[in-house]
């Protein structure tokens, strides 16, 4: 569990990883302090299962829940709920049933929740993920995972013998993009000519297409496999293959206990008990936060035993470095797949992060467009 802090503190550490830059929006009109207990829902895309996004997010949910008590919280959670109308009518029925604070956990659900944040400008809604559009009563949170994919692609760099790495990924969206593209500017620090085999599912969950994925990968030659996608399918190939795979999302030792290298996850609770603090003490303002390892808002998960000692370290100072703002991965001169220069020199700003649409040198596959 994430150690609380105040939101003065939580917004003055948030500040060195986005908030600032990103802004606030002021004029929501709070009517006073919430009542107690004060209700909260939120909207999943997919079932919760044993490991994955929407688990984190309901992780997230159940600290909030722990660290404010029955007394001051009341939950609601609404899985597998499709974007759309689907969406639009779950986050309608929430607020008509007096939740005051609502979470819409995936980047579908963008449209659906500003538009009905509109029917309700009391009720104050958060939009995970997805392209930052903040009116008075919506604000957007989104974690910077490309910073753990950088250092899970440091790990993969160094116990690679291949220098093949297969990668399942759901939707080609700027997240997934930058995931991508982050993970092979770490491996190849140590391969430089190292490549990274995409092959796309093209839907947010399917373990089927997921697991076929990651087995055309494995005849490719690819000795470490890992994934942006919402199963733990690809976990249980490599653990019944023999295959090392670095997870993402969420702990997946329960699944590969023998052959999860180490891997990336998000965690939300400490955000959540925040933003249901603030509603409470009737000083919520909508903000676009995009958090990242300082922030706590991505962490690294243990490394295996099978990782050397020296590769460890290698591996933890990375993070360190991230951690500390010494080490940013989309800094310096970037290179695109067909050798066009992305960028000479400096750090990637966030709106060009936000709308990535390129691979970087290193990357194998196409990118639909």
């Not at 105040?6 to 600032?20: D, E």
């Not at 607020?95 to 819409?104: D, P, W, Y």
């Not at 965690?267 to 008990?273: A, D, E, F, I, K």
């Given at each position: 569990?994430?150690?609380m802090?105040?939101?003065?503190?939580?917004?003055?550490?948030?500040?060195?990883?986005?908030?600032?830059?990103l802004?606030l929006?002021?004029?929501?009109?709070?009517?006073g302090?919430?009542?107690?207990?004060?209700?909260?829902?939120?909207?999943?895309?997919?079932?919760i299962n044993?490991?994955?996004?929407?688990?984190?997010?309901?992780?997230?949910?159940?600290?909030?829940?722990?660290?404010l008590?029955?007394?001051?919280?009341?939950t609601?959670?609404?899985?597998n709920?499709?974007?759309?109308?689907t969406?639009?009518?779950a986050?309608?029925?929430l607020?008509?049933?007096?939740?005051?604070?609502?979470?819409?956990t995936?980047?579908?659900?963008?449209?659906a929740?500003l538009?009905?944040a509109?029917e309700?400008?009391?009720?104050?809604?958060?939009q995970f993920?997805?392209?930052?559009?903040?009116?008075?009563n919506v604000?957007?949170?989104?974690?910077?995972?490309?910073?753990?994919?950088?250092?899970?692609g440091?790990?993969?760099?160094?116990?690679?013998?291949s220098g093949?790495?297969?990668?399942?990924?759901?939707l080609?969206?700027p997240?997934?993009?930058?995931?991508?593209?982050?993970?092979?500017?770490?491996?190849?620090?140590?391969q430089?000519?190292?490549?990274?085999?995409?092959?796309w599912?093209?839907?947010?969950?399917?373990?089927?297409?997921?697991?076929?994925?990651?087995?055309a990968?494995?005849?490719?030659?690819?000795?470490?496999?890992?994934?942006?996608?919402?199963?733990?399918?690809?976990?249980e190939?490599?653990?019944?293959?023999?295959?090392?795979f670095?997870?993402?999302?969420s702990?997946?030792?329960?699944?590969a206990?023998s052959?999860?290298l180490?891997?990336?996850?998000h965690?939300?609770?400490?955000?959540?008990?925040e933003?249901a603090?603030?509603?409470?003490?009737?000083?919520?303002?909508?903000?676009?936060?995009?958090?990242?390892?300082r922030?706590?808002?991505?962490?690294?998960?243990?490394l295996?035993?099978?990782?050397?000692?020296?590769?460890?370290r290698v591996?933890?100072?990375?993070?360190?470095?991230?951690?500390a703002?010494?080490?940013?991965?989309?800094?310096?001169?970037?290179?695109?797949?067909?050798?066009?220069v992305?960028q000479?020199?400096?750090?990637?700003?966030?709106a060009?992060?936000?709308?990535?649409?390129?691979?970087?040198?290193?990357?194998?596959?196409?990118?639909?467009?």
């Open positions: 569990m994430l150690k802090q105040s939101r003065r503190a939580l917004l003055r550490g948030l500040g060195a990883v986005g908030v600032g830059a802004g929006t002021d004029g929501w009109a709070q009517p302090r919430a009542m107690s207990p004060l209700k909260v829902g939120f909207v999943y895309p997919t079932l044993s490991a994955g996004a929407t688990y984190q997010h309901d992780q997230g949910r159940l600290i909030m829940e722990r660290n008590g029955d007394a001051a919280v009341q609601t959670h609404l899985d709920i499709a974007e759309g109308v969406a639009e009518n986050l309608r029925d607020a008509r049933q007096g939740h005051q604070l609502i979470f819409a995936s980047p579908g659900y963008v449209e929740t538009k009905v509109r309700f400008p009391a009720v104050a809604f958060e993920g997805g392209p930052f559009k903040l009116i008075p604000s957007s949170y989104n974690a910077r995972l490309y910073e753990g994919r950088f250092v899970a440091v790990l993969a760099g160094q116990m690679s013998k093949r790495i297969g990668y399942v990924a759901s080609p969206q997240e997934v993009i930058q995931g991508i593209n982050a993970f092979t500017l770490g491996f190849r620090l140590s430089p000519q190292g490549q990274v085999l995409v092959r599912t093209n839907v947010t969950m399917d373990a089927a297409k997921e697991r076929a994925a990651a087995q990968l494995l005849d490719q030659g690819v000795d470490i496999l890992t994934l942006h996608a919402g199963t733990t399918a690809m976990a190939l490599a653990e019944a293959k023999g295959v090392r670095i997870s993402y999302h702990d997946m030792r329960h699944i206990p052959m999860q180490g891997g990336v996850m965690h939300w609770g400490n955000y959540y008990t933003q603090k603030a509603v409470q003490a009737g000083r919520w303002k909508s903000q676009a936060f995009f958090g990242g390892i922030a706590g808002a991505v962490r690294m998960l243990p295996s035993p099978a990782v050397p000692p020296e590769v460890q591996v933890k100072e990375r993070e360190r470095f991230i951690a703002g010494s080490l940013q991965p989309f800094a310096g001169r970037i290179l695109d797949q067909d050798g066009k992305r000479a020199s400096g750090t990637m700003k966030d060009d992060l936000l709308k990535m649409d390129y691979w970087v040198q290193g990357v194998q596959g196409p990118l639909p467009r």
